[in-house]
């Protein structure tokens, strides 16, 4: 039973008994994994605070072929991420990514995926709280894409016909992103108006400035991104932090 070490992201945590816990974790060359914690739960456990949601470090692994739950020998903690704990905003987004990593990263090496899931926390808690938001879209789309399921926006999903530049957007959830005219009307879509097709370039550049979106806009945006999810990777999986985000039940309070 080799022991490898690789870089890790807590993504849930589990009781097992009296000592001791189940993790899931993203780890970067092995994919999404399970490990046993023994004695995680004592008082002087060598994991100590650790092994907290989201939290980031290097993590130890005797791990078998085969075996679906490996024993975490060790995790070295890097950063806990108390600051995404801090807003509801910003961690109902973390929670979203956590999810859609626990859910739909594979259980092999998918480097892409972590480094984007790594990179979406720190760029999330550096975020100005009036563009969080915003961010999270955009933090989704990209992990969404790195996950292989990328919207296409440049010409016709179904017939690769140019689009036209500006106006309103045909886009359809169901064939993966936008249709040319002929498309949309045999096929269906929603039409996006030109700002929300504006928005959602901007959202899925990461280099554009990110925009600004009233209460109204952000809610669409957010209808759109949580469809797109549960078609493409839900596959009848049970979301509840992505509703969560999608309810945002403390905007209302």
């Known amino acids: 039973m080799p022991l490898v070490s690789t870089a890790a992201i807590v993504l849930s945590s589990l009781r097992f008994s009296e000592t001791s816990k189940i993790v899931r974790l993203a780890t970067r060359d092995h994919g999404v994994q399970s490990g046993i914690a023994k004695g995680a739960l004592r008082p002087k456990s060598r994991f100590g605070g650790a092994l907290q949601v989201l939290s980031e470090g290097q993590a130890q692994l005797l791990m078998k072929e085969g075996r679906e739950l490996n024993i975490l020998a060790g995790f070295d903690l890097r950063k806990l991420h108390v600051d995404l704990a801090a807003d509801l905003e910003r961690y109902a987004i973390a929670s979203a990514l956590s999810e859609v990593m626990l859910r739909f990263a ?148």
Not at 172 to 188: I, V
């Open 106 to 253: 594979p259980s092999d090496a998918h480097p892409e995926s972590f480094d984007m899931f790594r990179d979406a926390l720190d760029q999330l808690a550096r975020a100005a709280p009036e563009e969080s938001e915003a961010m999270g879209f955009r933090l989704l789309w990209r992990l969404v894409s790195a996950l292989g399921y990328a919207p296409a926006l440049d010409a016709c999903v179904i017939d690769g016909r140019p689009l036209e530049a500006d106006g309103p957007l045909p886009f359809s959830t169901r064939e993966g992103g936008a249709l040319c005219a002929s498309c949309s009307a045999q096929h269906g879509a929603t039409r996006l108006a030109p700002r929300d097709r504006g928005d959602l370039l901007s959202l899925l550049d990461p280099d554009a400035a990110l925009p600004s979106l009233d209460g109204r806009h952000a809610a669409a945006h957010r209808r759109l991104l949580a469809r797109y999810i549960r078609y493409h990777l839900g596959e009848g999986h049970s979301l509840p932090a992505l509703e969560f985000w999608i309810q945002r039940p403390w905007a209302a309070a």
